[in-house]
């Protein structure tokens, strides 16, 4: 492949930039995957899925048209209802979707809605549940975890007392800073900010400004 692309990098140029004809291949080689993936039960469509995309169970997905995976990406476990990438979305490179927190454990949906995107390296970890809407902006290395350890019994490890699932709920037109935190649990207000850096711990109102570890209220929009 890199082969490849070096021969038409070097043949293909017009006024010192590469032609149309390397963004067609690049094109072709998206609609490849996405097609090998709808071979094997991946549902609706998708614009561009980008290069070493994997997933668990591609039965378990729906494209609602226009959405963009980036490189790298992986959708891991599965969900006991079908997950769901709105249309327009874009997930960022090198972003993880957990459905569940084992391949022998189901979670409890995931669902992105229309216009929203992640940036580079998220974590999307949606054992318990995570809704986000619309619109939303989620920067880099941002990381939602919609379960928790039990931890309340002192005289058994924490490893072994299990875990609790609340879920999560993103409103729409929500932005969320590089690497902020978001914890199970919470429902963050529709028109919200989080600053980057920040741990949500707890609901937000609409159209708060909060940061801070843990996230508090700084001023209203």
């Keep these: 492949m890199k082969f490849f692309l070096g021969y038409l990098r070097n043949h293909y140029r017009i006024g010192g930039t590469r032609l149309v004809f390397l963004s ?13 993936y709808k071979i094997v ?6 614009s561009f899925i980008g290069q070493n ?3 668990d169970f591609p039965s378990g997905l729906r494209f609602n048209g226009g959405s963009k995976i980036g490189n790298n990406v992986k959708i891991v476990g599965r969900s006991i209802s079908i997950s769901i990438i709105g249309p327009q979305v874009s997930i960022g490179d090198f972003s993880i979707i957990f459905l569940s927190s084992s391949s022998t454990s189901f979670g409890n949906g995931f669902e992105i809605g229309s216009g929203s995107a992640c940036a580079e390296y998220c974590i999307f970890g949606a ?4 809704k986000i809407g619309s619109n939303v902006i989620i920067g880099q290395n941002v990381r939602i975890h919609a379960e928790n350890h039990e931890h309340s019994n002192k005289h058994i490890p924490i490893k072994e007392q299990g875990v609790n699932r609340k879920g999560i709920i993103i409103n729409d037109d929500v932005w969320i800073g590089s690497g902020a935190v978001i914890l199970d649990g919470v429902e963050i ?15 937000t109102d609409q159209f708060g400004v909060y940061a801070g570890s843990p996230a508090q209220l700084i001023r209203y929009r």
Excluded at 24 to 36: H, Q
Excluded at 41 to 46: D, E, H, I, N, Q
Excluded at 189 to 203: E, L, W, Y
Aim: glycine residues 18%; positive net charge; proline residues 0%.
């Design 24 to 36: 067609l291949f690049r094109l072709v080689c998206s609609l490849i995957r996405f097609y090998s």
């Design 41 to 46: 039960g991946l549902k609706g469509k998708a």
């Design 53 to 55: 995309f994997k997933i």
């Design 127 to 130: 054992a318990g549940g995570l």
């Design 189 to 203: 207000g529709s028109g919200c900010i989080i600053g980057a850096n920040a741990v949500v711990t707890k609901t």
